[in-house]
């Protein structure tokens, strides 16, 4: 039915526009973060306040909020039975991976403490990971997720997951915390007040 295909379309393209505006910001946060994972490498001075910042963002909005939403997707996906196990596994595997990272570059800093001069090169490889993992998974998910996605979820799954009708938590995750939309801005990004 054209007229629903199309009503489809429009509800997912806006779900999945704000995944994809997130995957923008996070690149222009990790290509940040990777500079200074060099500088650490390098023995110059590093951004602590964008270091500090920029993974209390990762973890407080890419962790909590963009992969739940990713995850919710998912759990509609699998009601459908429109996705064979594979792309399910995979994403939770992803998401899982990255966690760990996360928590290793955490602890990383943490176990640096005030010896981050002597222990630059873990903190370096750590961030790096991190920096990686993340890349490789938000390219991952444009290709192969967003488009199952797409192709399988109907009007009325997009409509109950963009207005938070099962316990989502996109409405209330915009607009960002200030420090991290004030930290996105000083990057370049373009992140308005209410978060549209
Ligand atoms: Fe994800
Ligand atoms: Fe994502």
């Known amino acids: 039915m054209p007229g629903k295909r199309a009503e489809a379309g429009g509800a997912s393209s806006k779900l999945i526009g704000i995944l994809k505006e997130d ?18 490498a390098d023995g110059e001075a590093v951004d602590y306040e964008l270091l500090e910042t920029g993974i209390s963002y ?26 064979d196990g594979l792309v399910g596994r995979e994403l939770s595997l992803q998401h899982e991976r990255l966690e760990d990272s996360l928590k290793l570059l955490q602890s990383a800093f943490h176990d640096a403490g005030e010896d981050q001069s002597t222990l630059r090169q873990p903190l370096a490889e750590a961030l790096h ?3 990686s993992d993340m890349r490789a998974h938000n390219v991952w998910e444009e290709a192969n997720f967003f488009p199952a996605a797409g192709r399988a979820l109907g009007a009325q799954d997009w409509a109950q997951l ?7 938590a996109v409405p209330a995750a ?23």
């Open 129 to 131: 990971r991190m920096v």
């Open 23 to 40: 995957h923008n910001h996070f690149a222009v946060l990790l290509d940040a973060l990777d500079r200074q994972a060099d500088l650490f």
């Open 174 to 196: 915009r607009p960002l915390d200030p420090r991290f939309s004030n930290l996105l801005q000083q990057l370049g990004c373009s992140v308005s007040a209410d978060g549209e």
């Open 58 to 83: 990762l973890r407080a909005y890419a962790h909590a909020v963009h992969h739940p939403l990713e995850e919710a997707i998912l759990e509609r996906l699998s009601e459908r039975a429109a996705d």
């Open 162 to 168: 963009s207005t938070g009708a099962e316990g989502q």
